[in-house]
């Protein structure tokens, strides 16, 4: 899939990504952040509750199987492998749209 930069509808390319709506505590260039964007097949919530700790976090994806229990690592205690997981489809939209409301940069609680 590539993105055709002089479609009208294409918004996001011809505007600067805000530094806020990338991922948290990773730098990306908003190259890389677009070459994401041109792979994703949709958006996930991957709600996780480690077994060691018993903290409970959420990942969103742009992809559906990336993460999984022995690809994850607990934030809190820093153990691999030892989770509860469930996986939710928020939407399968293979596009960026800004003005969706169920956008990652939208759901995210800041």
């Known amino acids: ?16 990504i805000n530094p806020k709506l990338l991922h948290y505590g990773h730098k ?29 976090f959420k ?12 690809n994850v690592y607990c934030p809190e205690c820093g153990k691999q492998g030892n989770f509860l997981h469930n996986q939710i489809t928020i939407n399968t939209r293979k596009e960026f749209d800004i003005n969706a409301d169920d956008e990652i940069y939208k759901l995210m609680r800041w």
């Open 59 to 70: 990942l969103y994806s742009y992809f559906e199987f990336k993460h999984k229990i022995d």
């Open 28 to 56: 990306i260039s908003q190259e890389e952040y677009m070459k994401r964007l041109e792979d994703r097949e949709g958006i996930f919530e991957h709600k996780f509750k480690c077994l060691n700790c018993l903290l409970e």
């Open 1 to 16: 899939m590539s993105i055709d930069i002089s479609n009208p509808n294409t918004k996001i390319l011809k505007q600067k």
